[in-house]
């Protein structure tokens, strides 16, 4: 299988998108639609609703154009919104709390509309928590702002902020804080993957969680870091923060069953190590 080309930035239109694809004449898309952060898309939703609907069209169109009919979606847990139990399966209901989630949800929807109408092949594939960074210890996660956990107790581990704020310890979870999903970024990487080559292979249109089944909370997730880092990590407990449902685990069972799909560091402590070594500039890992 051929890989490439990986374009980034925010798409310039279509004619720029049109000479793309004729230069590397592609199989299948690979689209990550990219706008990821539930919080600035309520601040900002016309911006995200352009990313990741209006240019979804864009790809789509011009796909039809070049006779290409096969495409991987990145999606969210963000369509479940508030979920109604756990494991969630892809079955559960849906119901976004913010644009972001919105906009996904409605990407699947256009998929499986010119699914039915023109033959289009696809796999949608639901994040859960992003984590970790590239094993190999070259890539990391890289948000500006950063709002994403992990990478925020690490900032407070190695003392970038006064300390790492807990948003909310009255939830009905065991330690009362929130509960999540950590999948790790090489494990959503191979799973797009073998979503790619079921696709070229011919196989059933799927929509599927990519998540481990296992969740931590985010008392878990500061002892984790303290103990990987060998460092003390000044909390603050804050209130709330809006639209956070407490506990959201992925059933996975789908993705193991069509794609062969299994996480190869579902330990948080792994992702973690991945992170904190990336971030010191070591190329490390044992595991
Ligand atoms: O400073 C912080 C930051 C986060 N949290 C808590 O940590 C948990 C994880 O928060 P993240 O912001 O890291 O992740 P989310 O679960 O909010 O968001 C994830 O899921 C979303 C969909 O539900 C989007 O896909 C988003 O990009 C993805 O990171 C949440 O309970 C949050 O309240 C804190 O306590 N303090």
Known sequence: MQWGPFEKGELKDEAHLDAIFAKYRPQAVLHFAAFIEAGES????????????????????VMQLHGVDKIVFSSTAAVYGNPLYTPIPE?????????YGHSKLMVERILADIALAKGLGYT?????????????GELRENHQPETHLIPL????????????????????????????????????????VLALKRLLSGSRNLTANLGTGCGFS?????????????????VRIAERRPGD??????????ARSELGWAPAYPELEQQVRHAV???NGTRPLQG
């Not at 949608?124 to 928590?129: A, D």
Request: with cysteine.
């Open 245 to 254: 449902p407490a506990i959201l685990i992925a059933d996975p069972s789908l």
């Open 277 to 279: 070594n990336v971030l």
């Open 91 to 99: 079955t559960h209901p849906f119901a976004p709390l913010n644009p």
């Open 153 to 192: 107790v690490l900032q407070a581990a190695y003392g970038k902020r006064p300390n790492i704020a807990i948003f909310g310890t009255d939830y009905d979870t065991p330690d009362g804080t929130c509960i999540r999903d950590y999948v790790h970024v090489a494990d959503l990487a191979s799973a797009h």
């Open 124 to 136: 949608i594939l639901r994040y859960f928590n992003a984590a970790g960074a590239d094993p190999e």
């Open 42 to 61: 309520v601040r900002d939703p016309q911006r995200f609703y352009q990313n990741n609907v209006a240019d979804s069209l864009a790809l789509l169109r």
């Open 218 to 234: 985010v008392r878990e997730v500061v002892d984790t870091v303290a103990r990987v880092t060998n460092r003390p990590i000044p």
